[in-house]
């Protein structure tokens, strides 16, 4: 506001030494108009056409009166430079060429799925695309067993080997015209899952120039749930059982792929879950051939979810129960680390610090730590592998502030499980993430037993 009689002094003084002219549209942008209301040709007209002083002084006192308001459409409303749906219905609709190479974009609107809009690299890509003269082909994510379809084939550049200031505006809406397109109701999943793997290869049998995936990846459609899973299968095996059934497409050979919101999820995923579904879909589609990349930068988040069709997400969580004298804290293998490793992921200190907590709040207590391992290989080997789970967790305490005479490193191999994982002779992927855990008893000395 202080800066507005400023403003009107220099408007007035302009005046007064050059006539201002008027902007008018050029006759030239009349076609343009029915495409997209924005795309507007503007020219200076010739020097005789001017702005009376009158009415410039009688703009002026108005504005100087007149409160600062919104003036605009829907889309003025929110950031600047938001493209609304009603800017996005005028946009042009150019003709395919039949040569043009096309990059698929597979977006998830299914329930689990906390993106909204396309994030950043996703919107990058499509830039690309369009400089390439590209068109894009809108894939969704579907529900289980249900058909895979695309929905949509758009040309990205609605003014084709045109280089003028209409075209240079229209462009980069279009790349948000594509990004509201991609989240109407006829890109949400006819029905209830989440067959991410299945739209993925969908979009790779066009063979397109470039795969965009908008997803967080909660695959829950056998083989591949990740529900069932627990977020916490050996990624090479589980890729090697995806090939053997069968489950990945030979189209998947070569196909460029760009990932994004991987792990974004509602509710939340730990980040060491996040990270363990992406070594396990970085296995699969490497095992196919795929050349993958994953960006981590997150977009913006949906707020509402349940008008989507159900999309079950099951998180694993820490299990804590009071029996006498012992606290018993059981841990999922998959929020300390990844499916066959005993390295702790760099997210384990918010469970730990649980743990170093109640220590720290009963100096007397001691804990013992007992690592189970899932089936795999021989019985040394399972004996080694939830040893050194167990050690891993105990030196960690250890950073945490914990004495080490405190702690009790054992392990048990696979000789407690939790449930069978061989039903029927078969190995069970999800049965084995049950069984690979860490137990924490914590305790007075003697208690933990």
């Known amino acids: 506001m202080t800066q507005r009689p400023l403003l009107l002094i220099v408007i007035l003084t302009l005046n ?4 201002i002219p008027v902007l008018r549209r050029h006759p030239s942008a ?16 010739t020097r005789g056409s001017v702005m009376p002083r009158w ?6 006192l108005l504005f100087s009166v007149l409160p600062l308001t919104a003036c605009g459409t829907d889309a003025d409303a929110g950031e600047p430079g938001a493209v609304g749906a009603a800017d996005c219905l005028k946009a042009p609709g150019t003709t395919i060429a039949p040569n043009a190479k096309a990059i698929a974009l597979v977006v998830d609107n299914t329930r689990s799925s906390a993106t909204d809009g396309l994030p950043q690299a996703a919107e990058a890509a499509l830039e690309v695309a369009q400089k390439r003269g590209d068109q894009v082909l809108l894939v969704p994510v579907e529900g289980a067993g249900r058909p895979q379809r695309i929905v949509r084939e758009i040309a990205l550049d609605p003014y084709p080997g045109e280089d003028t200031a209409v075209a240079d505006r229209a462009r980069p809406m279009m ?29 790779a049998r066009q063979k397109p120039v470039q795969i965009v995936v908008v997803s967080d990846g909660v695959n829950n459609v056998p083989p591949f749930d990740a529900n069932e899973l627990r977020f916490d299968a050996d990624a090479e095996a589980l890729a090697k ?17 760009l990932w994004t919101g991987l792990g ?6 730990p980040q060491p879950l996040r990270a363990n579904l992406q070594e396990m879909w970085s296995a699969a589609l490497k095992t196919a051939g ?20 159900a999309d079950q997400l ?22 300390l680390f990844a499916g066959n490793s005993a390295l702790l992921q760099p997210d384990a200190d918010v469970t730990l610090q649980r743990v170093a907590d109640q220590l720290h709040q009963h100096p007397t207590w001691s804990a013992r730590i007992v690592g189970h391992a899932a089936a795999y290989g021989s019985t040394a080997g399972q004996q080694q592998k939830s040893r050194e789970r167990a050690d891993a967790v105990a030196q960690r305490l250890v950073a945490l502030g914990m004495d080490q005479s405190r702690l009790r490193p054992e392990a048990l191999g696979a000789s407690e499980p939790l449930v069978d994982e061989f039903p029927g002779g078969l190995h069970d992927e999800g049965a084995a993430a049950r069984n690979r855990r860490v137990e924490i008893v914590l305790g007075p000395e003697g208690c933990q037993s």
């Open 55 to 60: 009415l410039l002084v009688l703009l002026v």
């Open 241 to 257: 059982n995806l090939q053997a059934a069968g489950a990945l497409a030979p189209e998947l050979h070569d196909a460029t792929i």
């Open 290 to 309: 795929a050349k993958v990349t994953f960006d981590s930068r997150s977009g913006r988040h949906r707020d509402v979810q349940d008008q989507r069709p």
């Open 30 to 45: 009349r076609s343009s108009q029915s495409k997209v209301s924005m795309f507007r040709q503007l020219k200076f007209p």
């Open 175 to 203: 790349i948000k015209c594509v990004g509201l397109w991609a989240g109407q109701s006829n890109m949400l999943p006819t029905g209830p899952g989440s067959a991410v793997l299945d739209a993925v290869q969908m979009a």
């Open 314 to 335: 099951q998180v694993p969580e820490i299990t804590t129960v009071t029996a006498g004298c012992a606290v018993e804290i059981s841990v999922p293998g998959g929020l």
């Open 264 to 269: 974004e999820t509602n509710p939340p995923l």
């Open 16 to 19: 007064v030494l050059k006539p």
